[in-house]
């Protein structure tokens, strides 16, 4: 079992940074790859990030890359999403999330943060 909670979001103007965080429980967190997923209001779901378990390899969306980076500090059992020029259209609820294969589609994550707000305005 592991537990999610995100942090760090809020309301900023666009071309503005944020950094999420997410700090996971449990022992086990370097078992686990790591995603990030947003969902804007009256949309589905979609992927913006993942880690594998060391950190060697990432994944970004096209639509954040060059401008969002994921990170992870096992030792701190925390994975982190730096936000850079942000704009309008990256406003959305963020959720980490656990899974066992490193993967891009969100059914393949087993546990889920609550997701922190982050708002840009334009």
């Known amino acids: 079992q592991v537990q999610l909670v995100e942090s760090g979001g809020g309301l900023v103007q666009a071309g503005a940074s944020l950094r999420l965080s997410c700090v996971a429980s449990?022992?086990?967190?370097?078992?686990?790859?790591m995603g990030w997923f947003r969902q804007a209001q009256g949309k589905e779901r979609e992927f913006v990030a993942v880690?594998?378990?060391?950190?060697?390899?990432?994944q970004h969306a096209d639509s954040v890359w060059g401008r969002f980076t994921i990170s992870r500090d096992n030792a701190k059992n925390t994975v982190y999403l730096q936000m850079n020029s942000l704009k309008s259209e990256d406003t959305a609820t963020y959720y980490c999330?656990?899974?066992?294969?490193?993967?891009?589609?969100?059914?393949?994550?087993?546990?889920w943060g609550q997701g922190t707000q982050v708002t840009v305005s334009s």
């Open positions: 449990g022992r086990t967190f370097s078992s686990y790859n």
């Open positions: 880690i594998s378990r060391s950190g060697g390899m990432r």
């Open positions: 999330a656990a899974a066992t294969d490193y993967c891009s589609d969100y059914g393949c994550y087993d546990y």
